[in-house]
């Protein structure tokens, strides 16, 4: 059984950094695309960065030149830096990835737990 995750949330003051990690574990063949997506109380969840094999990343407009995605496949891993905070970014923030358990079968969809990033002074 598959499961992500999630570590690095916490209390931080406008201005600062964080860094989230998340892992994988249990039955992996391989990992595809991995993201992290984002919701805060009373909205819907969203998007906030993507990273492929190849290294190809991709961010929502929001967090652009602020945040960076970046992932360890030997360690099953995927890590947010997120600099510049603003209060607007608090939320769960939940890791995503596209992992295959068996060899020849089509990769699934994963979600972690999701951990909570407060942003306030």
């Known amino acids: 059984q598959v499961q992500l995750v999630e570590s690095g949330g916490g209390l931080v003051q406008p201005g600062g950094s964080l860094r989230l990690s998340c892992v994988a574990s249990?039955?992996?063949?391989?990992?595809?695309?991995m993201a992290w997506y984002r919701q805060a109380p009373g909205k819907e969840r969203e998007f906030v960065a993507g990273?492929?094999?190849?290294?190809?990343?991709n961010f929502a407009n929001s967090v652009k030149g602020r945040f960076t995605i970046s992932r360890d496949d030997d360690k099953k891993t995927v890590y947010l830096q997120m600099s510049y905070l603003e209060p607007e970014d608090t939320a769960v923030y939940y890791c995503n990835a596209d992992i295959g358990s068996v060899v020849g079968e089509r990769l699934q969809n994963y979600w972690g737990q999701g951990t909570q990033v407060t942003v306030s002074s």
């Open positions: 990273i492929w094999r190849s290294g190809a990343r």
């Open positions: 249990g039955s992996i063949f391989s990992i595809g695309h």
